[in-house]
């Protein structure tokens, strides 16, 4: 049994390095579609005037849903074009890694949505809650990736204390709407976007050496 189970684990990681390329090169588009979806959608959020506190969660859930099926077909779209598997023990391990964090996300507000969706005190705290968990999934999902992606996983972490240090010092309880959708779409959006550019360029200076 234990036999089988390593042998099993050392497939897995050599299949994971073999894949690496695969995934670094999945990676500056996905961050580049992610990066105009989230920017895009804080801009409309903006224009057509959601406002409320329920119609705001409704939106970016929706937004999220859109964001990963997009994540998936990108990089579903590289692995046919490399002729490679998709759906592989690798992937799935990929997928273990940053379910935790997002189911958590999830759950924290759908549950509570109920009672206080209506609220925007709820909105101002969910926020950072959002930031920890994406960043935590992000940087779960570097320990199969490029180390660049550990460290955006940081910046998303350094981002939720940095607006938590902000609503604490300044003793804000609530914050406006529109201020939620431009967070949304700063770092949800325009940091990714930035992201996704630096590994487009690195990617084609690596190819070119």
Not at 44 to 52: D, K, M, P, S, V
Not at 176 to 188: E, L, R
């Amino acid at each position: 049994m234990n036999s089988s189970w390593a042998t099993e684990n050392l497939q897995v990681i050599r299949t994971l390095m073999e894949r690496a390329a695969i995934y670094r090169r999945a990676l500056a588009p996905v961050m580049l579609a992610l990066g105009v979806i989230g920017t895009v959608a804080a801009l409309a959020g903006i224009f057509l005037g959601l406002n409320q506190p329920l119609s705001f969660l409704l939106f970016w859930l929706v937004i999220a849903v859109c964001a990963l099926v997009a994540a998936f077909l990108l990089v579903r779209r590289q692995a046919l074009k490399a002729a490679e598997p998709f759906w592989t023990p690798p992937a799935r391990r990929v997928v273990q890694a940053i379910l935790p964090p997002l189911a958590a996300g999830l759950l924290f507000t759908i549950g509570p949505m109920r009672f206080w969706g209506g609220n925007t005190l709820f909105i101002t705290w969910v926020l950072p809650m959002w930031m920890l968990c994406y960043g935590c999934a992000l940087h779960a999902a570097g320990t199969f990736m490029p180390r660049g992606m550990k460290l955006f996983g940081w910046v998303f972490i350094v981002a939720a204390a940095i607006l938590l240090g902000f609503l604490a010092t300044t003793g804000r309880q609530e914050m406006p709407i529109p201020a939620a959708h431009a967070v949304m779409g700063a770092t949800f959006g325009l940091l990714q976007l930035a992201y996704g550019v630096y590994l487009h360029f690195t990617e084609k200076r690596d190819d070119a050496a």
